[in-house]
């Protein structure tokens, strides 16, 4: 076996980052790539002395005590971005790692690699939040899969109840761990970082403690981006983006599923807690009010919903495209297409945006509305933010624990089940229905002095193929941007 880690997880100029490898073999080598619309190899090195290290029981809890392996010096020329570390050994076995260069000035927008989610998903060394753990480390090794797969438009967990045979046998013959389906930077930001690039965007990067970590983090910068699945977060990273937004920053949420657990960080960053549903065995549990609890954001308890920030939330969305839930037309159905979202578009109401790319898949957020004379608008009797305006919305579904898919820890509690009891007042079949028919909502909403649009899914990068999809995410971006370029 090798494996291999890198900490910290990003760095500026003239900062060093450390790689922990372990491998049985003799020697390895290794090159680092920066990935983009052109993966560039910027270092590699070859005939390195091999090292055997710890492969402790609670590694997954713990993280790794390994020794370190080698140092890596950013260097000054290296763009911000994501960068591969590709490492083989004498034997022939490959294995990958990853960090994150920081730009040193602003730039034309942060996005913030959803990495607290790789986390939760990972079930390298032992438990994930998903197989029965509570705490995981990031000071570990990531399953094959997370940072890249053949084929990810293929190899999407949008698809995976379509799979044919010959679909499962290429997944899993890859070596690729299934949970590597729901986060990583292989399904979702790198697809969205080749789309950026090939449209000139200058973008800087940041992992999601970066936002716990530095609170000035996206200063200067005129958009905040998150993609793909985004689904834990500190209150340190909630405080971060909400005060750039309030201050005049703009936030693009092109992701689903957005902060909808909360999550807790230790001092250094190497462990990260959230009890989701087992709410009464996390230490910082009250029956009257517990602000920091690691379960939902828009629990009562917590009493902070995460549509303040976003605009909607996975309790009013669901699952689409997935086994127990619509399918739609795997996309938005438009409403408002005189809006300055699809200027330059040929949408009209009631058109279909991204349903070929099944944009609206996998995971959805929304909101509660209404019909007012042929306009969809917020009842507002949920958390939703005053002005949100709704854009475009697709049928989702909550799963009741019974419909879920295998492989789930026995203590999996169904969100329609959990959103009942903590949100209704009591799991029962009547207050479920209430909630089990939700929608993907996206929208805009201005907080503060910034704006905020949401697109309400995880799978928006996978529509950027799509001409309309991709003059949409064009309109937002460029918006933003000039908003802050115009004098005050």
Not at 230 to 240: N, P, Q
Not at 241 to 250: A, H, L, Q
Not at 300 to 324: C, D, I, K, Q, W
Not at 399 to 422: D, F, H, M, S
Request: hydrophobic content about 35%; glycine content about 10%; charged content about 20%.
């Amino acid at each position: 076996m090798i494996a291999a880690y890198c900490w910290p997880q990003s760095a500026k100029a003239n900062e060093e980052i450390v790689v922990y490898c372990h491998t049985e073999a003799k020697s390895f080598q290794y090159e680092i790539v920066r990935q983009g619309i052109e993966d560039k190899t910027v270092l590699s090195e070859t005939n390195i002395s091999g090292r055997t290290q710890n492969i402790a029981d609670n590694i997954a809890e713990q993280g790794c005590d390994w020794d370190p392996t080698f140092v890596i010096s950013i260097d000054p020329d290296w763009r911000a971005g994501l960068y591969l570390v590709r490492l083989e050994d004498s034997d022939g076995r490959q294995t990958e790692a990853f960090f994150v260069v920081r730009a040193v000035e602003p730039t034309d927008a942060m996005l913030v690699l959803s990495t607290s989610t790789w986390n939760a998903y990972n079930t390298w060394g032992g438990l994930s939040y998903y197989t029965g753990g509570y705490v995981v480390s990031p000071m570990r090794p990531l399953q094959p899969g997370f940072l890249t797969k053949a084929e990810p438009y293929r190899n999407r967990i949008a698809r995976f109840k379509q799979w044919t045979s010959a679909d499962r046998e290429a997944f899993f013959g890859s070596g690729y761990d299934p949970w590597t389906m729901a986060a990583g930077w292989s399904n979702w930001e790198r697809l969205f970082v080749n789309w950026a690039e090939q449209e000139g965007y200058n973008l800087n990067y940041a992992v999601s403690h970066d936002l716990d970590q530095y609170p000035n983090l996206l200063d200067g910068h005129p958009v905040y981006i998150s993609v793909g699945h985004d689904e834990y977060w500190s209150a340190a990273m909630r405080d971060t983006v909400e005060k750039y937004i309030d201050s005049g920053g703009n936030a693009a949420f092109f992701s689903g599923n957005t902060s909808f657990w909360q999550a807790r960080f230790n001092g250094d960053y190497r462990q990260m807690t959230s009890y989701k549903c087992q709410i009464k065995d996390d230490p910082v549990y009250h029956p009257e009010h517990a602000p920091t609890l690691s379960t939902m954001w828009c629990d009562p308890l917590v009493g902070r919903p995460e549509s303040e920030m976003t605009g909607v939330s996975f309790t009013r969305g669901g699952y689409a495209h997935m086994p127990n839930a619509p399918d739609g037309t795997g996309g938005y159905s438009i409403c408002q297409p005189n809006h300055w979202v699809f200027q330059g578009t040929s949408l009209r109401s009631g058109d279909t945006l991204g349903g070929e790319e099944i944009i609206v898949g996998y995971e959805c957020d929304g909101c509660e509305f209404k019909n007012e004379s042929g306009k969809l608008v917020p009842t507002y009797e949920d958390d939703t933010p005053k002005g949100f305006e709704i854009l475009g919305t697709a049928p989702a579904h909550l799963w009741e624990t019974q419909e879920a898919p295998g492989q789930l820890a026995e203590n999996y509690i169904g969100e329609l089940n959990w959103v009942a009891e903590r949100i209704g007042g009591a799991d029962t079949p009547a207050i479920r229905e209430r909630f089990a028919s939700g929608n993907a909502v996206m929208g805009t909403f201005r907080r503060g002095a910034g704006e905020v649009f949401t697109s309400g899914c995880t799978d928006w990068a996978y529509g950027l193929t799509n001409e309309m999809v991709s003059r949409v995410t064009n309109n937002i971006l460029s918006r933003f941007i000039q908003a802050q370029e115009k004098p005050s």
